[in-house]
Each structure stands twice: as structure tokens, then as C-alpha cells.
């Protein structure tokens, strides 16, 4: 079936480290992909999306690349805040599926301190 | 008005209550969801409202009941609970359910975090 995997962490960096998460998917289709924050005790965010192979979402500093030929998504910023502690989760949505809502994956715990 | 409320933020209900949660978009979107999130997992999806028809119900106790009395309305009534119903409740809402990948973003509500006592 269709899923999302992605690297559950948790992650824990420096202010200013480089950060990447991984995420792949398995779709029968040709999914949406979307990247999604929740920030401690709130509801989600969408933090970028990528609709077909090769476009790049990108977000405050986040980007992630659609790779169809590897079914990636992963996550990168070149310099975190602290204020970017929060989960994220990696998500796909497939069209003209009627009915269907988000497929998630388990979600990865940032943690960035000063 | 890209926003999805909800209220309310925090309910404490106890195993006989009856009490309702609520939903609200101004988008004119067309597809309404209810998920349930617990703790440190990814939100976990109930129901689908598309047209304001339920179109997926992913197998739910019945003591949990959704309604969709318009296009901007989404509640979920809840009627004798259990402890272990306790999580946060997320509204999610997108202009259609299953349309093109243009309209399948979904816009996310703050939640309610719901205690059973």
C-alpha cells in the first residue's frame, strides 16, 4: 500500500548546524508530497509542498527536492534556529483518489539549542 | 481568511458526558476531515466530508458522530468516551477530497485537546 517513511529522530543540533531529514515514499500513483511543522502544543502547518518529479518546495529556509526516481523528499536547511524545534512530518496525498486525505509518516522530534 | 478554527482549545469530559467539537472555514473549500493525534504520533485521520456528504469514515466507534450542517461547518459530537479517547482532535479542511493535486493541500485547524476522564 501507499506509505511514507521517514527518519524518526529525535534529532538534536547546534544553532546554525545543517539540518537534513529523510523521508521516502511508496505510492501507486504520482503523489503530492508535502512537508508539515507542529510547533510544541499546536496544530500543523504546511511547510512546503512539491506537486510533480523535480519541482522544489521551499519555505523560511526549508527546502525539499521531489525525486521520483529515488521516491524522496527529504527535508534540508542550511542553518536552524532554535525557534525550528518541532516535529515534522512527511506527507503524501494522491490524485484523483476519491476520498483520500494524507498519508503521514511517523513524524521527527528537532531539537535545536543555543 | 486562510484559517480553520476550532473550539473548543481544551474540553475535560467525564465517560457519561455528551459534548461536541467545532470547525469553521471560510476558504470555500469543499472537503472537510476530522483527525485524532495522539502523543508524539502522526495525526490519524477519522472522517471525510466532501460536498458535505461523509464520503470516508475509517471505521470510528460510533461514540464518536461527525456532522456537516453546511459548507463551512464540521462538528464532531462525542457521547460516553473512554480514557483512552483522550488526544488532540485536528480539523483539516481542502478546496476538494481526491481532485487534482492543486486542491488536495490541506489547511489544518489548532486542534482541541480533549481529557476522558
Known amino acids: ?114 | 481568511d486562510t484559517e480553520v478554527t476550532q473550539t473548543p482549545k481544551h474540553l475535560v469530559m467525564g465517560m457519561t458526558n455528551k459534548k461536541s467539537l467545532k470547525c469553521e472555514q471560510h476558504m470555500g473549500h469543499r472537503a472537510m476531515y476530522w483527525y485524532k493525534q495522539k502523543a508524539k504520533k502522526p495525526p490519524e485521520l477519522m472522517f471525510v466530508y466532501s460536498y458535505e456528504k461523509l464520503s470516508i469514515n475509517e471505521s470510528v466507534p460510533s461514540r464518536f458522530s461527525p456532522e456537516c450542517p453546511n459548507s463551512s461547518l464540521l462538528n464532531l459530537h462525542l457521547h460516553a468516551l473512554q480514557p483512552e479517547d483522550s488526544a488532540l482532535y485536528l480539523c483539516a479542511s481542502s478546496q476538494v477530497a481526491g481532485g487534482p493535486t492543486a486542491y488536495n493541500e490541506q489547511f489544518f485547524g489548532p486542534g482541541t485537546r480533549l481529557t476522558v476522564l
Not at chain 1, 527529504?74 to 506527507?91: N, P, R, T
Request: net charge negative; aromatic share 12%; with cysteine.
Open chain 1, 1 to 114: 500500500g501507499d506509505s511514507v517513511t521517514q527518519m524518526e529522530g529525535p534529532v538534536t543540533l547546534s544553532e546554525e548546524a545543517f539540518l537534513t531529514i529523510n523521508c521516502t515514499y511508496t505510492a501507486t500513483g504520482y503523489p503530492s508530497l508535502f512537508w508539515y511543522v507542529q510547533y510544541p502544543g499546536e496544530g500543523l502547518q504546511l511547510l512546503l509542498k512539491a506537486t510533480k518529479a523535480d519541482d522544489k518546495g521551499s519555505n523560511k529556509g526549508f527546502e525539499a527536492t521531489y525525486r521520483k526516481e529515488t521516491t524522496s523528499f527529504h527535508l534540508e536547511k542550511g542553518s536552524v534556529q532554535v525557534s525550528d524545534s518541532a516535529v515534522y512530518f512527511c506527507a503524501l496525498s494522491l490524485a484523483n483518489q476519491a476520498g483520500t486525505a494524507l498519508i503521514f509518516g511517523k513524524g521527527t522530534t528537532l531539537s535545536v539549542s543555543s
